[in-house]
């Protein structure tokens, strides 16, 4: 009888436990699109990005012109001048490679400016995630746009204009 007792006992804790817990969650991408610095951010990475894409273009476009003079002087080159010329063609080949790869490869000079430019925007976002999460007395909150699906969010949940308005901003006014 003892052990039935605890038993009931300790599951009565147990769902009582799980039921005190608060959940909430937020739209990060919502609560970004409202932070003017991470709209001014964007604006400047695909600026650069778009300055850089035409640097590697005209590369190409070059290479192409070369390849193109080469085809059409070929019948006339002697196998000395087409090694040459072939050579200089791959060298500049293998230079718009290694460019591209140095501004847009995974460790680029693109990520290495988003990082440094988006993540002081980030952490001020989760501070004030954090904050909404402690005044709320909420035990966990979830990113609607990460990793963990969320088959159903009660839009009562939505913590993510608690967030906007934690940052000082006003909530449905997206930054341009």
């Known amino acids: 009888m003892?052990?039935?007792?605890?038993?009931?006992?300790?599951?009565?804790?147990?769902?009582?436990?799980?039921?005190?817990?608060?959940?909430?969650y937020v739209d990060s991408d919502y609560i970004l699109k409202?932070?003017?610095?991470?709209?001014?951010?964007?604006?400047q990475l695909e600026a650069l990005s778009a300055q850089w894409q035409k640097d590697v273009d005209a590369k190409y476009q070059e290479i192409d012109r070369l390849y193109k003079a080469y085809q059409a002087d070929e019948v006339l080159m002697t196998p000395d001048m087409k090694k040459r010329r072939q050579a200089e063609i791959d060298d500049k080949e293998k230079s718009a490679k290694d460019f591209q790869r140095q501004k847009f490869g995974p460790d680029g000079e693109l990520t290495t400016k988003s990082n440094t430019m988006i993540k002081p925007i980030q952490e001020k976002m989760e501070k004030a995630i954090q904050a909404v999460a402690e005044g709320d007395n909420i035990d966990m909150i979830f990113d609607k746009n990460s990793e963990v699906i969320m088959l159903y969010a009660s839009p009562r949940y939505n913590k993510s204009d608690d967030v906007i308005i934690k940052l000082g901003l006003k909530p449905g006014t997206f930054a341009k």
Do not use: D
Not at 34 to 43: K, N, T
């Open 2 to 24: 003892k052990k039935v007792l605890l038993a009931v006992c300790f599951t009565f804790i147990a769902v009582t436990a799980a039921f005190a817990q608060r959940f909430a």
């Open 34 to 43: 409202h932070m003017p610095e991470y709209a001014s951010a964007q604006r």
